[in-house]
């Protein structure tokens, strides 16, 4: 069958023996867990504590390597996000956040992507996650997963959306080392700006996001944004509106995925699975069921092409832990049971204990006509594409030392900073670089009070964006980064990703907070 009908790659049985035939490794830190955004705010990483719990009910975690990701350095931050922008990160804390009002404004930190306890670790924990994962899979292993990881909005100079270190961006550079090309595919609710921004302009990363669009953070992502010079048609937008369900999901995501693996045929795949897009979330207003947001991950498996699966957004905080362990058994070709096994968050999932939901009866707003147009225009897109463009490759960058030890093993006393690369009295004075773009004033959804066990005080569990030649992006004019014809991985790190001004960043103006409400 055409891969671009929707057959898929080298389709597998998803259940039996083949699930020994993937090495699958995970990435979890215990601490994860602990670290708390504030009161009232939408993001929660106790989620990842939660989706663990049900792992280890499930008997998943015994299925593959566990291991605990090495924090990462400020070395390997900087390989994308500016120096004096890791320096802020690494210094600022609520006591002294208050001294650095300008750095704050300047680094977009403040309602959105907060101040909080142990900010600097928690951003070097789920990085090292992502990171580890993508070296991992360079040696060897068929899937990483770090549900941890997926933040996706943060820039080379600002943080975004809850985001701060785009730890996808750093994988990815990782990925490139040993692979020509590199596949990034978005499935959250909202658009992969961050991940698309960095490689507008490279031939080596195709970009497709799938997404809600219009009114709708980050406002970005329109159908007719395809990436510039090299990497024009390598970034693909697939705008999507409210009450999208399964059936219609899948109607454009086999056809175009089958068409980008056919097409671009890339050495390596990074799915991020933010599972706000599913129905229910909080800040969502998309209608998918658990089984049809892991048929994503099941249809990406199936080309076997080694594969990393990150998290991303997610917000009713239950069905997250839900989405990511069925997903973790779709990545090991178990299918698990309905009835959902006594843990020690069992009083979330009242009142039925199941693993899955049934999604909502809302409408669906986006008709068959606008979905066969969405399909029809992104295939034609794909059909300008010369099939899998070739890259010398040259001396390759030293490897990341990310040395992860199974998470059973390591001291943690022995995990402490390595030797950075940015000292504090060295960054960059921290100015305000002038006025930002306003992200006020677009509709939302509403936030519901949630008063069930989703959010059984989290406060009690919380005891607890260059560097090189300079920072090419910031106001850079007409100018844009390209790549010369026999760039190597490092080229692309220091020219490929980067903050560049394309046709498309017209559209960061009066983007919406992602948990403003009306």
Not at 3 to 9: D, E, L, N, P, V
Not at 27 to 53: C, L, S
Not at 280 to 301: P, Q, T, W
């Amino acid at each position: 069958m055409d891969a671009s009908a929707g057959g898929g790659g080298n389709s597998l049985p998803t259940t039996g023996a083949d699930g020994s035939k993937r090495r699958v490794c995970y990435f979890y830190d215990a601490e994860v867990g602990n670290y708390y955004y504030g009161q009232g705010h939408p993001m929660k990483p106790h989620r990842i504590r939660m989706t663990h719990a049900l792992l280890g009910r499930y008997g998943l975690l015994d299925q593959m390597q566990v291991l605990r990701p090495h924090p990462a350095r400020d070395r390997d931050l900087c390989r994308f996000h500016a120096d004096d922008y890791v320096a802020f990160l690494r210094s600022v804390t609520p006591e002294t956040q208050q001294d650095q009002i300008r750095a704050l404004k300047r680094f977009n930190v403040g309602e959105d992507c907060p101040v909080f306890d142990g900010l600097y670790s928690f951003c070097q924990t789920y990085a090292g996650g992502s990171v580890g994962g993508a070296v991992k899979l360079n040696h060897g292993h068929d899937i990483a997963i770090n549900w941890a990881g997926g933040l996706h909005h943060a820039k080379k100079c600002e943080a975004s959306g809850f985001c701060y270190v785009n730890d996808i961006v750093l994988a990815i550079l990782e990925l490139l080392k040993y692979h020509q090309r590199v596949l990034y595919v978005d499935i959250d609710i909202h658009h992969g700006d961050g991940v698309e921004e960095a490689f507008y302009t490279t031939d080596r990363v195709m970009t497709v996001s799938f997404h809600k669009f219009g009114d709708y953070f980050p406002g970005t992502g329109d159908i007719r944004d395809v990436g510039h010079s090299k990497g024009k048609y390598y970034s693909l937008n697939v705008p999507l509106d409210d009450g999208i369900d399964d059936e219609s999901y899948q109607s454009l995501f086999k056809p175009i995925m089958g068409k980008v693996m056919e097409v671009f045929n890339p050495g390596a795949v990074v799915l991020q699975c933010g599972a706000d897009s599913l129905s229910g979330d909080r800040l969502g207003c998309f209608n998918l069921s658990i089984k049809g947001h892991a048929e994503c991950v099941r249809f990406m498996r199936s080309f076997n092409v080694p594969l990393l699966l990150l998290g991303g957004g997610g917000y009713t905080i239950r069905n997250v832990a839900r989405c990511w362990c069925y997903e973790t058994g779709v990545a090991l070709g178990h299918e698990l049971t309905d009835k959902m096994p006594a843990n020690e968050y069992y009083e979330y999932f009242g009142p039925d204990y199941t693993l899955h939901v049934a999604p909502s009866n809302m409408e669906n707003k986006n008709t068959r006509h606008q979905l066969d147009d969405i399909r029809s225009k992104l295939l034609d897109n794909l059909s300008k594409l010369r099939h899998a463009p070739s890259v010398q490759f040259q001396e390759r960058p030293p490897e990341t030392e990310l040395p992860e030890q199974d998470e059973d093993k390591e001291n943690a006393d022995e995990r402490g900073d390595a030797d950075s690369d940015v000292e504090m009295n060295d960054a960059k004075p921290l100015e305000d670089s002038g006025r930002r773009s306003s992200i006020q004033g677009v509709r939302m959804k509403k936030e519901p009070a949630e008063t069930d066990a989703t959010d059984l005080d989290v406060n009690s569990v919380a005891a607890e964006h260059s560097r090189g030649s300079g920072p090419v992006a910031d106001g850079v004019g007409s100018s844009k980064p390209t790549l010369p014809n026999d760039a190597s991985p490092m080229a692309i790190d220091e020219q490929g990703a980067q903050k560049v001004e394309t046709e498309s960043s017209n559209k960061l103006q009066e983007q919406p907070t992602m948990h403003q409400k009306p």
